[in-house]
């Protein structure tokens, strides 16, 4: 028997949802919405249950994910319910309820507590150039270190222990009992949706977006490979370089869109930001851009002089890392992916 949460609407007001009880069932939103068949009527069962407190069932649910926000649902709500922000709260509430440390939701609830984590890094960042006598080769040295360690250790002790915990509460505990067989045969799904999120193209008027999102995607990736592997601000191979100019530029280049749209409010998508949705595309935005600035320092001869550059470079770095990758927005693209991946593997259980 379900438990029925008579808190949770207050709890899920927290993490960006409007007004729960403005929706009267009328199914609009269902009608509208390219996700929705005879088995699910979607968004709107998503909605009931938030109405309804079942908090169980939707720790338990897929569906939050499946929705890639294309707004439909609440341009035509002739309550202005606004069913998508629902949705994206939803995955925020999530996101939360995957993450053991319970940071995710401290940081998503709390506008102080987050400004409060940002500040702690800007003076480890300092503190930490300061004991390097502010030397560039030994800060920079370490900042490529930081790189590869920060990867390496966020996902090993933050973000897979929460991908099993989310399949723990989506497959497991439900008592969804899938071969072994269907988690090979559904590997390729997380790999395409993961890399080209082409789910988003069953939205109707999405293909721009879509196609933003694609390169900024692969653009992250590359320039990522490119500054950690390839070791961009160290080498003198001219095809790495040119290649990081062009990976900086591309995430420089969206995001700057990204920010314009969320002032300019000119989609649904855009209209109620949530700080969390301002610090992945600011964040991301300053990456691509001191990133480019760094390099171009080192081109000319000028960081030697000018390691304010870098400093700037590594706070905005190790921030993304310790804040936004593992707590923040960034951890959607993830958690989606592997939504679509455990969603396919439901779907061959048999």
């Not at 069962?45 to 890639?68: F, I, N, T």
């Not at 949705?87 to 987050?114: E, I, N, Q, V």
């Not at 505990?173 to 082409?198: N, R, W």
Request: aromatic letters at 16%; proline letters at 3%; one cysteine or more.
């Amino acid at each position: 028997m379900a438990r029925i949460n008579p808190e949770f609407s207050d709890e899920l007001k927290k993490y960006g949802a409007f007004d729960l009880n403005a929706c009267y069932n009328c199914g609009n939103c269902t009608a509208v919405c390219t996700l929705s068949d005879e088995e699910n009527s979607f968004p709107r069962k998503m909605v009931r249950y938030s109405v309804l407190g079942l908090d169980g069932d939707l720790e338990a649910s897929l569906d939050p994910w499946l929705c890639y926000y294309c707004g439909e649902c609440s341009t035509t709500c002739p309550r202005e319910a606004d069913p998508g922000e629902l949705m994206m709260s939803l995955r925020r509430w999530l996101t939360a309820r995957y993450d053991w440390t319970g940071l995710s939701g401290l940081l998503y609830k709390s506008l102080p507590a987050s400004i409060f984590a940002f500040l702690l890094l800007v003076v480890a960042v300092i503190w930490f150039a300061a004991k390097q006598q502010f030397d560039v080769a030994s800060i920079m040295h370490y900042g490529h270190f930081f790189e590869m360690a920060a990867i390496t250790l966020v996902f090993a002790l933050i973000l897979l222990p929460n991908i099993i915990h989310m399949w723990w509460l989506t497959i497991y505990k439900p008592g969804i009992k899938a071969p072994l067989s269907a988690y090979f045969k559904s590997l390729e799904d997380l790999i395409v949706h993961m890399f080209t999120q082409k789910r988003a193209l069953g939205c109707d008027d999405n293909q721009f977006r879509w196609f933003e999102h694609f390169i900024l995607v692969l653009g992250y990736l590359l320039l990522l490979f490119t500054t950690v592997f390839l070791n961009w601000f160290e080498t003198t191979n001219l095809f790495v370089i040119i290649l990081g100019y062009v990976e900086s530029a591309i995430i420089f280049v969206v995001t700057f869109d990204f920010v314009r749209r969320r002032i300019q409010k000119d989609q649904a998508i855009s209209k109620h930001s949530h700080p969390s949705d301002w610090f992945f595309v600011i964040w991301l935005f300053l990456m691509g851009l001191t990133a480019f600035t760094v390099r171009l320092f080192i081109d000319v001869d000028l960081l030697e002089t000018n390691l304010w550059i870098y400093l700037v470079h590594l706070i905005i770095l190790v921030q993304w890392a310790l804040i936004i990758v593992p707590f923040g927005k960034w951890t959607h693209f993830l958690y989606r992916s592997f939504a679509m991946y455990f969603h396919r593997v439901i779907e061959l259980k048999g």
